[in-house]
């Protein structure tokens, strides 16, 4: 089967789990061709034949390509021979780590189903650097910052709260306060020794184009002081006086997704850690 360019097809991801890691995968795969359409069907905490049967359903209906993540053997190999009855594709992505780890090892798997998201001490640090970041976001409880691990300052719409909330995923404590015109950043912030802050920094045209989008969604008028262009270079210059001024670390996020910008940011908190 040949996909013809910019044509959609579809990609059918089965996992026991909640299919969070193959969807990864899969985007990271699919976007490796550009001239790619890709339609995702995603078929999460598939753990008995009933489950499996509505998949392939599915994938008799809309064939394509299969990626799966199943520890069951059972429902492994009825999925594998089904595909193989219809010729399509079928990847069980994670057998090639995982065999390569079984032999460096020297052990065999265990076959756990969603052994990633057992409820242990890891879980709970999540949990708790989520309520963290959701109670000192956009500036609140500044009194509380000194206990986050890393604080994100940067003008408005500079994705502070989706890199801190990407972070706290990740079982870090982040906390965000905003630079706003004429408004001081608050003691608090400055007197905190424990956490690493970091400021986002942005290209000025890119600002006010997300701004005006902002804008637009809901609904407001799209020409103010918030997207006004002197006003907004003025800003974002400030911004960078005041790290430069502070000595925090700064990242630049005109071209960088949340996803980047939080890798970086927790690349700098490793190796702020690492020098301890």
Not at 42 to 70: C, K, N, S, W
Not at 184 to 210: F, H, S
Not at 242 to 252: K, Q, Y
Not at 253 to 269: C, D, K, Y
């Amino acid at each position: 089967m040949t996909v013809e360019p910019r044509a959609p097809f579809h990609v059918h991801l089965i996992s026991d789990a909640t299919g969070e890691t193959l969807a990864s995968i899969a985007k990271a795969a699919c976007v490796q061709f550009e001239d790619a359409e890709p339609v995702e069907h995603i078929y999460a905490l598939v753990r008995t034949g009933r489950q499996l049967d509505r998949a392939l359903a599915e994938i008799e209906a809309t064939p394509g390509i299969v990626m799966f993540t199943l520890m069951n053997e059972e429902l492994r190999e009825r999925l594998e021979s089904r595909c193989r009855e219809l010729s399509t594709p079928c990847v069980a992505v994670l057998d090639p780590t995982l065999n390569e780890l079984s032999r460096f090892l020297g052990r065999e798997q265990t076959h756990r189903t969603a052994g990633q998201h057992q409820m242990n001490e890891a879980y709970f640090d999540r949990i708790d650097a989520l309520n963290y970041t959701m109670t000192h976001d956009d500036g609140q409880n500044t009194s509380g910052l000194n206990d986050a691990d890393i604080i994100l300052v940067g003008v408005s719409r500079t994705s502070k709260t989706p890199t801190c909330i990407y972070l706290a995923n990740r079982g870090v404590k982040a906390a965000n306060v905003p630079l706003v015109p004429g408004v001081p950043l608050p003691d608090d912030l400055y007197q905190a020794k424990r956490p690493l802050v970091v400021g986002l920094t942005v290209n000025a045209e890119r600002l006010i184009q997300v701004r005006r989008n902002r804008l637009l969604a809901l609904k407001e008028a799209a020409e103010t002081d918030y997207t006004d262009p002197d006003v907004v270079k003025r800003e974002v210059v400030e911004a960078r006086r005041t790290f430069t001024r502070a000595g925090w670390a700064v990242i630049d996020v005109s071209r960088r997704s949340i996803e980047e910008t939080a890798a970086a940011a927790f690349n700098l908190l490793q190796e702020v850690r690492a020098s301890k």
